[in-house]
């Protein structure tokens, strides 16, 4: 089992960055994939990104893409997610999520969290308008 700390929350304008951050520690294969899902209130957990450690390989949300951007410091066992041009629906609960196998990104493939086998408690992400 993967253990996550997650950093990097807080409350940011309408048109500003943050980066979250996502410490792993226990069995965190080189071939897994990372995924950060968010949930707003009221609303179903959804994937915004994800990422195969072995090879880079990306997925974004529509949402996010040129907004978002993932990325790895695989010999610290840390993921990261900026987040650029932030705006009011962008606020939610950010998660990190792993599954210990890599993601075949397949033609109108939408990541669902049953798919992922650990998860970090959550940080609050607020854009104000």
């Known amino acids: 089992e993967v253990q996550f700390v997650e950093s990097g929350g807080g409350l940011v304008q309408a048109g500003g960055s943050l980066r979250l951050s996502c410490v792993a520690s226990?069995?965190?294969?080189?071939?897994?994939?990372i995924a950060w899902f968010r949930q707003a209130p009221g609303k179903e957990r959804e994937a915004v990104s994800v990422?195969?450690?072995?090879?880079?390989?990306?997925y974004y949300a529509d949402s996010v893409k040129g907004r978002f951007t993932i990325s790895t410091d695989n010999a610290k066992n840390t993921f990261y997610l900026q987040m650029n041009s932030l705006e009011p629906d962008d606020t939610a609960v950010y998660f990190c999520?792993?599954?210990?196998?890599?993601?075949?990104?397949?033609?109108?493939?939408?990541?669902?969290?049953?798919?992922?086998?650990?998860w970090g408690q959550g940080t609050q992400v607020t854009v104000s308008s």
């Open positions: 999520a792993h599954t210990p196998h890599p993601v075949d990104y397949y033609s109108g493939y939408v990541p669902q969290p049953f798919e992922f086998d650990s």
């Open positions: 226990g069995l965190v294969y080189d071939d897994c994939a």
């Open positions: 990422i195969n450690r072995g090879d880079g390989t990306t």
